[in-house]
């Protein structure tokens, strides 16, 4: 459980792999887009910032999360990045709908991460209210794609 004063934005890049020859695909949820986009910007500018090219980060849209794991796995079949970020926002409502597309969700990314060789970083915000995205993506908590970016670093140098 992350603490309350927990900012997901503090990396250390000192501490982090060359990223300069990675290839890196983001896939977008486009339903709560205004969270997914901050979450987006903060991945990207992480990537950019820890050395990955502008021309090596790939990036596609899908409707929603629980279109997700297609789309990274098409992702992966297709341009063979060496790492992808599924960046996601499902905020609960009144039915049990947001348990089941957080489950599948879920469940779809840690499939694709046993099943193919590329790791899929899961960067799906799963909150009670719209104030809790906000706050993890870009606000006080930081940005939970930023954090996304640094796991996807780590991850594809894994088995390099």
């Known amino acids: 459980m992350?603490?309350?004063?927990?900012?997901?934005s503090e990396y250390d890049k000192a501490q982090l792999p060359d990223a300069s020859d990675l290839e890196i695909g983001?896939?977008?949820?486009?339903?709560?887009?205004?969270?997914?986009?901050?979450?987006?910007?903060?991945?990207?500018?992480?990537?950019?910032?820890?050395?990955?090219?502008?021309d090596r980060i790939t990036r596609w849209n899908v409707p929603g999360s629980f279109e997700l794991t297609f789309g990274c796995k098409k992702?992966?079949?297709?341009?063979?990045?060496?790492?992808?970020i599924a960046i996601g926002s499902v905020i609960r409502g009144e039915t049990k709908h947001?348990?089941?597309v957080c489950s599948a969700t879920a469940q779809g990314i840690k499939d694709?991460?046993?099943?193919?060789?590329?790791?899929?970083i899961?960067?799906?915000l799963t909150d009670d209210t719209q104030q809790q995205a906000e706050d993890r993506s870009g606000g006080k908590h930081g940005n939970k794609g930023t954090e996304a970016a640094i796991a996807a670093i780590k991850m594809a140098v894994l088995g390099k």
């Open 2 to 8: 992350a603490t309350a004063n927990k900012n997901l």
């Open 26 to 54: 983001i896939v977008v949820s486009e339903w709560n887009q205004a969270i997914t986009e901050s979450l987006y910007q903060g991945a990207y500018s992480a990537l950019l910032d820890c050395g990955v090219a502008e």
């Open 75 to 84: 992702m992966i079949e297709e341009a063979d990045p060496d790492a992808v």
């Open 98 to 100: 947001f348990d089941f």
């Open 112 to 120: 694709l991460n046993v099943l193919t060789d590329t790791p899929v």
């Open 122 to 124: 899961f960067c799906v």
